[in-house]
């Protein structure tokens, strides 16, 4: 049964900083989501990564998957406060499971 | 079109209650989803519907039936439910069917859904 553990579960972090979200899962994969989701809102697609040594950056994040490590990071340069939401990987094999998500907060 | 539309918002029901929420898309997606999402928890999925079939049910309990009338279109029908069913009720589609394909999965708003 596939597993996927995201840590840490909770960060609370001074804009400017670096930091990184961890999604390690437990079977073989090729396709791994990246969401953000906001308090009392839907989830909103950030990053799909398809391949191994995939790397995907929008702004201030970037995504990046090693299929072999079972192992894809979710890195934030310089976080701002609007940066502020839970994140979740989501790991496809026959079906999607998710993470526990992260919850970030990045102070001002 | 690029969106995922879920009705009604918000919904409060008795334990007596019938009600349904309805979600559309019109992206041509392959496969829809219905999700449960308990507060400050991931979603956790109910239903696939790949071509309009009943791929997925997760051990779903019958007081939820879903529907496809077509490849647009998925339903949630409700009936008797408990307060623990109370949640933010998700709906998403794909290109791939029953995969997330290249573009991965498109989720609706919700529907947050109070069971008194």
């Known amino acids: 049964e596939l597993k996927v553990e995201q840590n840490p579960l909770f960060l609370s972090m001074q804009e400017g900083k670096n930091y990184t979200i961890y999604c390690n899962y437990s079977?073989?994969?090729?396709?791994l989501y990246w969401y953000r989701q906001d308090p009392g809102k839907s989830l909103e697609s950030l990053f799909v990564?398809?391949?191994?040594?995939a790397v995907k950056q929008e702004g201030r994040l970037m995504a990046s998957l090693d299929t072999k490590a079972r192992l894809s990071t979710l890195h934030i340069t310089a976080a701002v406060h609007d940066l502020s939401a839970t994140y979740f990987c989501?790991?496809?094999?026959?079906?999607?499971?998710f993470g526990k998500g992260t919850r970030l907060h990045i102070l001002p | 079109d690029t969106e995922v539309t879920q009705t009604p918002k918000h919904l409060v029901m008795g334990m007596t209650n019938k009600k349904s929420l309805k979600c559309e898309q019109h992206?041509?997606?392959?496969?829809m989803y219905w999700y449960k999402q308990k507060a400050k928890k991931p979603p956790e999925l109910m239903f696939v519907?790949?071509?309009?079939?009943?791929?997925i049910n997760e051990s779903v309990p019958s007081r939820f039936s879903p529907e496809c009338p077509n490849s647009s279109l998925l339903n949630l029908h409700l009936h008797a439910l408990q307060p623990e069913d109370s949640a933010l009720y998700l709906c998403?589609?794909?290109?791939?069917?029953?995969?997330?394909?290249?573009?991965?999965?498109?989720f609706g708003s919700g529907t947050r859904l109070t069971v008194v």
């Open positions: 998403a589609s794909s290109q791939g069917a029953g995969t997330g394909g290249y573009y991965g999965y498109t």
């Open positions: 079977t073989t994969s090729d396709r």
């Open positions: 990564l398809l391949s191994n040594g």
């Open positions: 989501a790991v496809e094999a026959d079906k999607i499971i």
């Open positions: 992206m041509g997606h392959r496969a």
């Open positions: 519907y790949s071509y309009e079939k009943l791929s």
